[in-house]
Every structure is written in structure tokens, then in C-alpha cells.
């Protein structure tokens, strides 16, 4: 069955209010839309671990610092909801801007450090607008755990911190990312690729294990990175925005895996912008 859409805070708090006085544990899957099977195994896991589950469709203008990136962005509420209907979630809570951020809103969160580097860097006001509407969602949705996927794991580093500094009760699960059968992670924006583009998309993701166990096998970082660069650029990538390796906790800069690290990943194919990470040695 279709599960019910909630717009309001009204209409939302009117359900959790009941659940919480009931003692159940509510789990939020936070999610921009257009799902695909990584959203999926993250409701999966909160069906798994909760009583309640809310499932949070919102594309959120204030991570967006390129207008176009924005209008693009694929929605497919109805397809999202049909996916859903398989789950027996409890609610999905499809808030409008207007809900979400009324006249005259004036607040944001922003988390220093972790933010600093790759997409934040890149991406400027990115984190300060997901530390934003997570924490407005979390606090909404009233949850005790929220599930979140290792394929964003800047991300999920900077919502941990945020809600430990903010004292918000609620527990961040980090889900391990889903890929295409061809090694390709799973993200809405594949659906932005084009037929010739999605063939070669899957190459990010190969030169990246090449790269992760040259290292691991203590070949030094920076020839591997320059070769895997060329490689992607000769294979039809515009442009490498990154490609590091930093510590899996706190995001510093590594030039060897001396402690456990990831090999962190932005690349340009045919007008899409692709991200991926990996842990090293794993």
C-alpha cells in the first residue's frame, strides 16, 4: 500500500507525538527523492532497527550553490512513493519550501573543520545548508535514529558532529554504499547521464580501486593519483575536481594510510558531477 504523504509540521508532529508517548523508536531516512536502491537498503536498515519509520523527501535549495544544479535535480514523488509502498513506512513527509523555510527564516548551522575540505571547498555553503535542514528535520520528525549513506561520507561525518555538538538526541547510522553491478554507486544524478556517459561512469570507481590498493600495498600516493587522473581525463572525464586520501574520522590530509583512511573522489562526465569514496585496505 502506498504510504501516506505528509506536508505539514502540523500533520507530522500529530503522528509522532502519539509514537513517542507510546515509547516507540523512530528511525528518519532523510532523502532528496528520485530513490534508488541505495535510499532503499537505508530505509531497509531502519525498518530493521525501529518501530516507526518517516522517510523525508525535501530537495533542499540552500545545499544547492549552482542554480542550475538545483532546477535539475530529478523529482519523481509519485515513482518515490510506489517505491516505498513495498516497505510499510509509517510516513512520508514531503515538506515545501515554505515549511521548510517560512518568511523571514533567518538561521543556519554551520560546522566547522570537517566542511573545510573536498565538497565544502568545492561546493561553498554546501554543508551549511545539509547541517541546516538535517538538524530542522531531525528535530521535526522528533526521531531517535536517523540513516545515512557511506557513499556521501563527508556528509554523514558532518551530520554526526553536528548533532553530538547540538545535544541532539538521536543516534546517525552510516549504511555501506550501493553499486550498479558494474561498480558505479548509486546516486539520483545518474539518471542525468547519457547513455555513452553512463558506460563510462563506472571508470571513476575502477581507477579508484587501482589507486586504494597501490597504496595499501605501500606504493607511494602521489604517482598513483597523477596516473589515475590522466587515465579518467583520457576516458572521457572533464574534469577531476579531487581525488584524495584522507583519515576515515576526522578527514585529515594522508600521503600514506598510516591510520585508516578512504580515497575520496568529484569528477565531471558529459555535465554530471560524480562523487565516491572507498576505504583503503578494506
Known amino acids: 500500500m502506498t504510504p501516506p504523504i505528509i506536508r505539514t509540521l502540523s500533520e507530522l508532529r500529530a503522528q509522532t507525538t502519539g509514537w513517542m508517548r507510546a515509547g516507540e523508536r523512530i528511525g528518519v531516512v532523510p532523502t532528496m527523492g528520485a530513490l534508488h536502491d541505495g535510499h532503499l537498503s537505508l530505509v531497509q536498515a531502519a525498518k530493521d532497527t525501529c518501530d516507526r519509520v518517516i522517510v523525508t523527501i525535501f530537495v533542499n535549495p540552500k545545499q544547492f550553490n549552482n542554480p542550475a544544479d538545483l532546477e535539475n535535480y530529478p523529482r519523481t514523488e509519485e515513482e518515490d512513493a510506489r517505491k516505498l509502498a513495498r ?6 513527509y514531503v515538506p ?16 566547522e573543520g570537517l566542511t573545510d575540505v573536498m565538497e565544502g571547498a568545492h ?21 531517535s535514529d536517523a540513516f545515512f549513506g557511506e557513499k556521501d561520507f563527508q556528509q554523514l561525518l558532518v551530520v554526526r558532529r553536528m548533532a553530538r555538538d547540538l ?8 549504511c555501506p554504499t550501493i553499486r550498479e553491478i558494474d561498480g558505479l554507486a548509486m546516486s539520483s544524478r545518474n ?12 571508470r571513476l570507481f575502477e581507477e579508484m580501486e587501482a589507486l586504494a590498493e597501490g597504496v595499501a600495498c605501500g606504493q607511494e600516493f602521489a604517482p598513483l593519483q597523477e596516473t589515475a ?3 579518467l581525463e583520457t576516458a572521457g572525464f572533464t574534469k577531476v575536481e579531487y581525488l584524495e586520501m584522507r583519515a576515515q574520522d576526522d578527514l ?31
Open 229 to 231: 587522473i590522466k587515465r
Open 167 to 174: 545535544d541532539i538526541p538521536i543516534t546517525v547510522h552510516g
Open 252 to 282: 585529515s590530509h594522508l600521503d600514506a594510510p598510516n591510520r585508516p583512511a578512504r580515497l575520496f573522489a568529484a569528477a565531471h562526465l558529459a555535465g554530471v558531477r560524480l562523487i565516491d569514496n572507498i576505504a583503503i585496505g578494506d
Open 87 to 92: 516497505f510499510n513506512v509509517d510516513a512520508v
Open 123 to 143: 561546493r561553498p555553503g554546501h554543508f551549511d545548508g545539509v547541517a541546516t535542514v538535517v538538524t530542522k528535520l531531525f528535530l521535526q520528525t522528533m526521531a
Open 191 to 202: 539518471l542525468l547521464l547519457s547513455d555513452r556517459a553512463r558506460v563510462t561512469a563506472p
Open 96 to 111: 515545501g519550501g515554505d515549511e521548510m523555510y517560512p518568511d523571514r527564516f533567518a538561521t543556519t548551522v554551520s560546522v
